[in-house]
C-alpha cells in the first residue's frame, strides 16, 4: 500500500472530524455559518463551508478563532470527541436570544473545564461535592417541605453559616469550590451541575439582596438538582421559596431578633434588624407570618416595614453589600481567576495558555487581570 | 558567545511584544534571521502602553511591513493533525504542565528541523517543557541574544531559561523517561 496515500487519507478523516465537530458546535451555539464567519473573522463563508465539510485543512489560527467566537477554548477541538456539557438550570430568565444563552453556556462550561484542569495541576480536590448523603435524606421525609427546610438547617450546620448566612455565603461556596459567576450582559440567572465542578451564573446587575437569594436558589437546585424536576416550575418553586428562607433566615435567630423587638415592632429598628439577614424585606415578612405564634402580630410588622420602605438605608449596611459584590461577583469566579494566575506564575502554563483561558490577548491578558482582579491577585 | 552560532531564530510572541514594549526589536533583527509561526504572528498584533493614568493605549504592530520587507519570516503552522497528535503526546506526559497550542506548533518546528532553528520565548512553562522533552538545547534566552537590557523580566534571562530546561530534564530523568 502507498504511505502517501494512507496519510492522505488520515489526513483528511481528520479534517473531516474537525470540521464536523465545528458545525457540531456551531449548532449547539445557533449559529448560521455566515454569523460564525463573522464573528471568527473570515472574509467570507464559504472557507467555514469547506472546512466543516473537511474539503479545506483548518489552519490552527483559524481554529483558535473559531473557538473563541464559540465561547470555546481551541484544544477542545483537537480531542476529536464530541464533548458532554454539564447540565444547565436556568431560572430568572429574562434573556430572549437564545444564541446568546448557547455562548454563554459554552463559556461556563469552558471554564469548569479549565477550572477542573488547573485544580489537577495545584492538586486540589476540594471542589469534590457530595451531596448524596442530603439526598439520602429525603426518603425519611413524607412532607416535601419540612424535607427542603430542614436539609436548609443541615447545609447551614455544616457549613457554619452562621446567624446570618448571607454574609458568609460567598466566602463558603468558594471554599467549596462553587463556581460563581457573575455576568453582566447575560440578564438571566442559572446553577450549572457538574460531575464534578459546580457553577453558580448570576446577573450581576441585580440588587444585592435580590443575588444573595438567587445564589440560596441557585445552590438549592444545585443540591436537588437531581431530586426534583426544575423544568416545571411550579413544582418546585414553593420548595425552592423555603429552602432559601430558611437558609438565609435561621428560624432560631428570627425568633431572638423578634422576642427582643416585639415590643417595638412599629419602630426603625426592627427594619434594621430585617437588612442583618440580607434578603428583600417581603422574604423577611413572609418568614415572619409563617411563624405561628407570630402569626397575629404579622400585620403589625407590614405596617411596622411599609413605615420604613424607601427610608435611608443604613450606610454601613450599603457598603458592606458593595464590598461583597465587589469581591465575588465578577464575570470570572474568583477562584479561577487566583489558580490560573498561581499556575501562571509558578511556570505551570504559559502565558499563552493564560490568555486563552480569558479568552484575550496575550498582549492584553496581565493589564486585563490587574484591572478586575488586581485587588486579589500579586502583582 | 550562544548567539554567535545562531542562524534561524523562531521568537515567541511574548517577546516580540516585550521587545516592542522596550522599543529594541530591531535590534533583534540585526542579530539573526528571525521567523515566527502564523499563530504568533497573530498573536502579536499589538501590545499596550501603560501611559501611567491606569487606561494603556493599544499599539499596533507591524509585523506585515517587517514580512514585506524581508526582514521577517513566516512559517506555516504545522497541520492540525500533527499539533493534535504533538498536544496529546505531551498532555500524557506532562498532565500538570500546560502550554498552548501556539508554542506547540514552534516545538514542532524545534523537533522537526534538526539543528536549524532556535526559540526564543519568556515562558517558562514552555521552557520547561522543551527541557523535559530533550531539545532545551535549541532554546535560546533573549539576554543571550542582545545582552543586558533594563526593563527586561527574568523570564528572559539566560539564568530563568537554564533553570526551566534542568527543572524539565530532572523531571525527565525522575520519571525514567530518558
Known sequence: MNMDNKNDRAFDNFNLKIGEMIRKERERAGLSQKKLAELAGFKNYQTLWAIEKGRREVKLNELSRIARALGLNVSNFLKLEERTGPKFLWFSGREKDTTKLRRLENRVFQVLQNFKYLAGIAGISWFNQDFSALQRMRSSYGDENLFVTDLARKIRDEWNLGRYPARNLYDVLEARGILIFGIQDAVTNASVIDDITNALVLYKKEAPTDVIVNTAKALFRIIAGDIYDFTNRKDVEKLEKSFVAELLIPEETLRETLSREVQHYFKKELYTESLKFGVPESLFYEKIRNLKDFKHLAGGFEHAFNTVRDSNLPSAYLKSWENLKRFHLREFPLQYVKLAWWAYKEGKISKMLLAEFFWKNIAEIEYFLKEHYGDVLDF | ?178
Open chain 2, 1 to 178: 558567545m550562544r548567539s554567535e552560532a545562531l542562524k534561524k531564530v523562531i521568537v515567541d510572541a511574548n517577546v516580540i511584544i516585550k521587545l516592542h514594549e522596550l522599543g529594541k526589536f530591531e535590534s533583534l533583527l540585526k542579530v539573526c534571521e528571525i521567523y515566527v509561526t502564523e499563530t504568533i504572528k497573530d498573536e502579536a498584533r499589538f501590545y499596550l502602553q501603560d501611559l501611567g493614568n491606569g487606561v494603556p493605549r493599544k499599539v499596533m504592530i507591524d509585523l506585515d511591513g517587517y514580512i514585506r520587507k524581508g526582514r521577517l519570516k513566516v512559517l506555516s503552522d504545522p497541520p492540525m493533525d500533527k499539533i493534535a497528535e504533538f498536544s496529546a503526546r505531551l498532555e500524557k506526559k506532562l498532565p500538570d504542565q500546560g502550554i498552548q497550542l501556539g508554542e506547540t506548533s514552534s516545538l514542532i518546528y524545534l523537533m522537526e528541523s534538526g539543528s536549524n532553528y532556535c526559540f526564543c520565548t519568556g515562558d517558562r512553562a514552555v521552557m520547561f517543557v522543551a527541557g523535559y522533552m530533550g531539545f532545551g538545547d535549541r532554546l535560546v534566552s533573549l539576554e543571550a541574544l542582545l545582552g543586558v537590557i533594563t526593563g527586561l523580566e527574568y523570564s528572559y534571562t539566560e539564568d530563568c531559561l537554564k533553570k526551566e530546561i534542568g527543572r524539565g530534564s530532572i523531571r525527565k530523568i525522575q520519571e525514567g523517561a530518558g
